[in-house]
């Protein structure tokens, strides 16, 4: 492969895992805390519908992004008022989730179908942007790329270094144990629940406004369980997240490559379902391999809180 056409792969995969990885990492701090929100999905077509929308609107990128980052955070509010205050089963709600903002995303979007919108601006510095390979490899995406890395290295110092990540952890792990000497457990999860929101809605900014500048019903196309199968295959770790992401990354545009040039005759639908196919491979080999008991899920994970009076 010419090293041109390496570049544009490369690139190619940074943009199909950045979504994956905003949207694993905000899920990731979730289960830390002992809750499973599969509204995920929901959460990413809503941020991502109303990014494109301010944006198209406004005519601001930045705009676009915060507005999908709040609704985000605005569809993980009601997750958390249901499960977290009036202890609805996480499993049913996540779904419910999902479903409501499939549905109100196509609502929200069908005036926007066809509008074209500015990508968000990608990173220029003279001289060294220019650099071949090196320059477009490093120096050639937009913020929200370089956001995503800072993330993972935030979130790993946070959980592991942090007093408060170290609550956060043991509010999963024990959520008994962490109220009885004074943590409010339920404070704790809303904030990480809406940590979650945010950052699921900022993977679907990513989508509309940079991946693919445009509004089209559906765009998530499972990207919000690819990401909650993400936070199992890293055994809840962000640095094994961050190499997930772009494996699984890169496993949907070697698709998208394949079919291209012909799908060496397998039928694109087959292809199509090649990330989804990897990912209950990869899920299915975790769950009957030998480490198995090292997945290291929070002992609390999806399992309600109701503090004693």
């Known amino acids: 492969m010419a090293p041109d056409a390496a570049v544009l792969v490369i690139l190619t995969v940074v943009g199909a895992a950045t979504p994956l990885l905003f949207a694993a990492l905000g899920e990731l701090v979730v289960e830390k805390s002992g809750v499973l929100n599969l509204g995920v999905e929901g959460m990413m077509i809503l941020g991502a519908v109303s990014a494109f929308a301010v944006a198209v609107s406004t005519g601001s990128g930045a705009l676009g992004v915060v507005a999908g980052m709040l609704a985000g955070m605005a569809m993980a509010f009601i997750f958390g008022v249901l499960t977290l205050t009036l202890a609805a089963n996480q499993v049913a709600t996540g779904l ?33 942007s220019q650099i071949p390979i090196i320059g477009p490899l490093f120096f050639g995406h937009d913020a929200l790329v370089y956001l995503s890395f800072a993330a993972v290295v935030a979130i790993a110092w946070f959980l592991k270094k942090s007093r408060a990540g170290m609550i956060l952890r043991a509010v999963g792990e024990s959520d008994i144990s962490a109220h009885s000497i004074g943590y409010n457990v339920i404070a704790v999860r809303y904030r990480a629940v809406l940590f979650g929101g945010a950052m699921a809605g900022l993977g679907g900014a990513f989508l509309s406004l940079s991946y693919t500048p445009l509004w089209n019903e559906g765009m998530t196309a499972g990207r919000g ?47 199509s379902m090649l990330p989804y196919l990897a990912t209950i491979l990869v899920l299915a080999v975790i769950a009957a391999g030998p480490w198995k008991g090292r997945l290291d899920a929070p002992a609390c994970l999806g399992k309600p809180f109701r503090p004693s009076t």
Do not use: C, D, H, N
């Open 225 to 271: 369980w690819i990401a909650l199968a993400l936070v199992v295959f890293s055994s809840w770790r962000p640095w094994r997240l961050l190499v997930g992401a772009y494996l699984f990354g890169g496993v949907t545009i070697l698709q998208l490559y394949t079919q291209g040039a012909g799908g060496l005759g397998i039928p694109a639908q087959v292809m």
């Open 96 to 128: 419910a989730l999902t479903i409501f903002g499939l549905g109100l995303s196509s609502l929200m979007g069908a005036s926007f179908i066809g509008i074209p919108v500015e990508p968000l601006a990608k990173l220029s510095i003279p001289g060294i």
